[in-house]
């Protein structure tokens, strides 16, 4: 309902929306169609509706501040407590975000609504310019998408490119459960060598950071853990139980994809409410300006009329004693 009502206030506001100079806005606060036939100057009453116009704004962007506010903190405790569970499988196979693969899907995380900044368009930036880096003759890129605003920019000149959409995730509060399905749909219809996860990680109401998490697949693992580097400490852990090494890889795999799609979806969503938080505080010191200068030129406007009626009476008496 904030935003429907945001979206009214706009359209009746939106004469003094287009970008032109502060010195031009006073001339240009009403059309010639708004101005009674026979006035000399400004309309009072038009006036008086933009400032309404503004109030109402202030309110709606003030009152979406404190609801993004609320959310925040109750997305900010499970966002810091999800951090613990891809953190150990960080320490056991690494993050290796340069590793050569032929079959790359980026998983680009954003948000379903707008009016917060501009996170989704540098997710969206950097899966663009990743995918350029992956791209060759002998490799295939793929997107899945998570969230409409990511959809919407990316279905413009990459639409063949994406595999998969998902949008609404944060319909109703998330849970482990829930990103563990999504994460086992992604992984049922995708081939891939490489997850690259790219999400906002939250470090405060002002600043998130870009980041970007990279899941192997068993076979690269295993190819990497032959060849050396960090991968190959796996070698030096025992096997119990019937499971084979590949067994155990798969599991793995599973199992981080989805805790470390987990923690994204949860730091995306807190840096969506820090940058909406922003972002309305912003809007609201801008109404609160704009509504100072509509009231210095109410009060001008005001004073010009009854200057004016002034002189009339004073050139009526006049004329008459004459």
């Known amino acids: 309902m904030a935003m429907a009502a945001l979206r009214r206030e706009g359209r009746r506001f939106a004469p003094l929306l287009s970008p032109r100079p502060i010195a031009a806005v006073r001339s240009?606060?009403?059309?010639?169609?708004?101005?009674p036939f026979g006035a000399r100057?400004?309309?009072?009453?038009?006036?008086?509706?933009?400032?309404?116009?503004?109030?109402?704004?202030q309110k709606i962007t003030k009152a979406m501040k404190m609801v993004a506010a609320s959310k925040l903190r109750a997305i900010q405790i499970r966002a810091e407590n999800s951090r613990g569970l891809w953190q150990p499988f960080t320490a056991l196979l690494g993050d290796t975000p340069s590793v050569d693969v032929k079959k790359n899907v980026i998983?680009?995380?954003?948000?379903d609504k707008g009016l917060c900044g501009g996170i989704n368009s540098t997710s969206v930036k950097i899966s663009k310019a990743l995918y350029k880096l992956n791209s060759g003759p002998d490799k295939e890129t793929k997107y899945v998408v998570l969230g409409e605003k990511a959809k919407a920019q990316l279905v413009r000149d990459s639409k063949k490119n994406i595999e998969l959409t998902i949008s609404e995730l944060q319909k109703n509060p998330l849970n482990y459960t829930q990103v563990s399905v999504l994460a086992?749909?992604?992984?049922?219809?995708?081939?891939?060598?490489?997850?690259?996860?790219?999400?906002?990680?939250?470090?405060?109401?002002?600043?998130?950071?870009p980041t970007m998490s990279t899941v192997l697949s068993p076979e690269i693992v295993e190819r990497e853990a032959e060849a050396g580097g960090k991968l190959g400490e796996l070698d030096s852990y025992e096997i119990e139980g019937g499971e084979t090494k590949a067994e155990i890889l798969q599991n793995l795999a599973e199992f981080q994809f989805s805790c470390v799609l987990f923690n994204a979806v949860l730091?995306?969503?807190c840096s969506e409410q820090g940058a909406r938080m922003s972002?309305?505080?912003?809007?609201?010191r801008n109404a609160g300006d704009m509504l100072d200068r509509l009231t210095l030129t109410y009060n001008r406007t005001r004073q010009a009329?009854?200057?004016?009626?002034?002189?009339?009476?004073?050139?009526?008496a006049s004329a008459l004693e004459g």
């Open 184 to 209: 086992d749909d992604i992984l049922k219809n995708v081939e891939f060598d490489a997850l690259r996860i790219i999400f906002n990680k939250f470090h405060s109401v002002v600043s998130f950071l």
């Open 41 to 57: 100057s400004i309309s009072t009453q038009v006036v008086r509706n933009r400032m309404k116009s503004v109030k109402n704004i």
């Open 28 to 35: 240009s606060l009403v059309s010639e169609e708004d101005i």
């Open 267 to 269: 730091e995306n969503a």
């Open 107 to 111: 998983v680009t995380v954003s948000s």
């Open 279 to 284: 972002a309305m505080d912003s809007s609201s």
């Open 305 to 316: 009329s009854i200057t004016t009626e002034l002189i009339e009476i004073i050139s009526g």
